[in-house]
């Protein structure tokens, strides 16, 4: 579970990045969450895009593939969210702490 201040020193950093995953019609497919999985083990931080032909919105599809990817939602604005996640065996982003 992430503080309010290392949210706020997530979205400082997510600003700078693009999405790098688009949910569609398809949806939230064991693929896509996999995928989630290796970029959050490789990055730390991804922005995902949902665009208008997804049966979800931004707010669902973001606590889904959190769940799933057991991750930490770090914001939802517009149709896109930031996913957080520590990764295990090389750690990039050193959090404020708690």
């Known amino acids: 579970m992430l503080t309010s201040k290392q949210r706020a020193y997530l979205r400082g950093l997510a600003n700078t990045i693009d999405p790098i995953f688009h949910i569609g019609k398809s949806g939230i497919t064991p693929e ?4 989630v999985s290796d970029a ?3 990055r730390e931080l991804v922005k995902i895009n949902v665009l208008d032909n997804n049966m979800l919105g931004p ?3 973001a606590q889904t593939v959190a769940e799933r990817s057991r991750a930490d939602v770090v914001q939802v604005i517009g149709n ?3 996913l957080y996640k520590k990764s295990k065996e090389n750690p ?3 959090l404020p702490k708690k």
């Open 59 to 61: 707010r669902e599809a």
């Open 32 to 35: 896509f969450v996999q995928s």
């Open 40 to 42: 959050l083990e490789a």
């Open 80 to 82: 896109r969210f930031v």
């Open 92 to 94: 990039k982003i050193e």
